[in-house]
Nanobody, 124 residues
């Protein structure tokens, strides 16, 4: 059974950077589309960035384009989200998720395996 564990969250000042990691165990991610989602207090969970199993197709929410970069290292069975130029509005719990196959959209309803989340707080 696929298990996902996020790490790398924390408190950062506006303009700073963080790199989130998502380590998978139980199965290999080679054939899984992957995604990063976030949920701020009082708001619905939203797709931040997603990537196909091959890595040749990616999606970024407009709010993070040019600042965030999704990547995957299949040899390490790990997914990353590099977040630069962070803003207070990026504050949220960030979740990684995976879906077998490449019939995906970067929407919560398409993903079935989820991590427990990691808190990112952007504040001075």
């Amino acid at each position: 059974q696929l298990q996902l564990v996020e790490s790398g969250g924390g408190l950062v000042q506006p303009g700073g950077s963080l790199r989130l990691s998502c380590a998978a165990s139980g199965v290999t991610l080679d054939y899984y589309a992957i995604g990063w989602f976030r949920q701020a207090p009082g708001k619905e969970r939203e797709g931040v960035s997603c990537m196909s199993s091959s890595g040749d197709s990616t999606y970024y929410a407009d709010s993070v384009k040019g600042r965030f970069t999704i990547s995957r290292d299949n040899a390490k069975n790990t997914v990353y989200l590099q977040m630069n130029s962070l803003k207070p509005e990026d504050t949220a719990v960030y979740y990684c998720a995976a879906k077998y196959g490449d019939n995906w959209s970067c929407l919560v309803t398409y993903f079935f395996s989820w991590g427990q989340g990691t808190q990112v707080t952007v504040s001075s």
